[in-house]
Nanobody
């Protein structure tokens, strides 16, 4: 079992920045690919970014490339999402998720993830 708790969400003006954190417990964190997803009101949850357990492999959704950066600290059992140049369309509940697998594994599909956090709200005002 892996427990995931997100933090760092809030209200920010367009063009601003936020840093989300996801603290994991209950398993060997370094054995898991970690991903961030988001769900805007009235929309389906979508992939944002993912990082393999070593950090060597990273994927981003095209809409956040160049603005968001995912990273992890295995010693702290934490994954981060640095969000810069935020836009109103980034408003959503952001979830972190964990997928067990080899270091080559960087998953973009929700069904590949084994564990999910409860989410943190990010609101970007125009």
């Amino acid at each position: 079992q892996v427990q995931l708790v997100e933090s760092g969400g809030g209200l920010v003006q367009a063009g601003g920045s936020l840093r989300l954190s996801c603290a994991a417990s209950g398993a060997i964190f370094s054995s898991y690919c970690m991903g961030w997803f988001r769900q805007a009101p009235g929309k389906e949850r979508e992939f944002v970014a993912a990082i393999s357990w070593s950090g060597r492999n990273i994927y981003y959704h095209d809409s956040v490339k160049g603005r968001f950066a995912i990273s992890r600290d295995n010693a702290k059992n934490t994954v981060y999402l640095q969000m810069n140049s935020l836009k109103p369309e980034d408003t959503a509940v952001y979830y972190c998720a964990a997928a067990f697998g080899p270091d080559s594994k960087v998953e973009v599909t929700q069904t590949a993830y084994d564990y999910w956090g409860r989410g943190t709200q990010v609101t970007v005002s125009s």
